[in-house]
């Protein structure tokens, strides 16, 4: 059967998400309890799994009354694992779970945390990216190079351009600002910014989009792009090194 996914707001602008599948249903990321309980108990579901991206405490603040509450099986980033509420299990890349439908892999997208994990549902078509790649967007590099993020930002691209990318933060609308600052004579980044300012007025979340939309207008995908290089002065530059300057100015914007 097809994977279920419920947006769950969070706190002031994160995001959880609650997903159904063959393998029963599992929880990503735990900002705080309240919301999440109410979203499951609503729909009579229950929780086996909760799986965290990363350590910072707006994922993770809600782990251990979701623990007690439904006894779910904690799993998290292993090279995180210091820092992170108790885990039952700690994943890397290659440590595949589920099947069909359900089938998760973990995949290691350093740079805002060193251990930061995307989960990427490849059969289902659907990638929790947290505060790895963010709509329009991508998260600080706290931990990590900005070789490292560009690395990871470049893997999570690769994937199929149907990909439903479902990340951490409803952060699109200043994403959109700072991105008609480096490339303004996009159309599609136009049309994308228009399209969330009526979906924010009608309370709409922006932060779920098909990988197809970020790699048209989110300039942190698009570091090779003739106008985006012309506009920072950068022609002759790597691509790294244009992301590092993009995400040099987006700090400071």
């Not at 904690?74 to 995180?80: C, L």
């Not at 893997?155 to 699109?172: F, I």
């Not at 200043?174 to 300012?197: E, M, S, Y």
Request: proline share 7%; net charge negative.
């Amino acid at each position: 059967m097809p994977l279920e996914i419920l947006t769950v707001p969070c706190l002031s602008d994160n995001y959880a998400y609650v997903v159904k599948g063959p393998d029963g249903v599992c929880l990503i990321d735990a900002p705080e309890a309240g919301p999440i309980i109410d979203a499951v108990e609503a729909r009579g579901w229950q929780p086996g799994v909760l799986m965290i991206t990363h350590h910072h405490h707006d994922h993770v603040g809600g782990v251990e009354e979701l623990r007690a509450k439904y006894g779910l099986k904690v799993m998290g980033p292993k090279a995180e694992e210091a820092k992170l509420p108790p885990l039952d299990m700690g994943l890397a890349e290659g440590m595949n779970g589920g099947e069909g439908e359900g089938y998760t892999e973990p995949l290691e997208v350093p740079g805002h945390t060193l251990g930061h994990l995307a989960f990427h549902f490849a059969n289902a078509g659907a990638l929790f990216t947290a505060d790895s790649l963010m709509a329009l967007g991508c998260g600080r590099v706290f931990e990590g190079t900005m070789k490292q993020m560009h690395a990871s930002l470049q893997k999570l691209a690769a994937l199929p351009p149907e990909t439903m990318v479902y990340s951490g933060h409803e952060y699109t609308t200043g994403n959109g600002r700072f991105a008609l600052t480096i490339d303004p004579d996009n159309p599609a980044l136009q049309k994308r910014i228009k399209k969330v300012a009526e979906a924010r007025e009608a309370g709409q979340p922006t932060a779920q989009v098909a990988l197809a939309e970020e790699l048209a207008t989110n300039p942190f995908l698009r570091c090779g792009d003739p106008g985006i290089r012309a506009t920072l002065g950068m022609e002759s530059a790597s691509d790294a090194e244009v992301f590092a300057e993009i995400r040099r100015r987006k700090d400071a914007f």
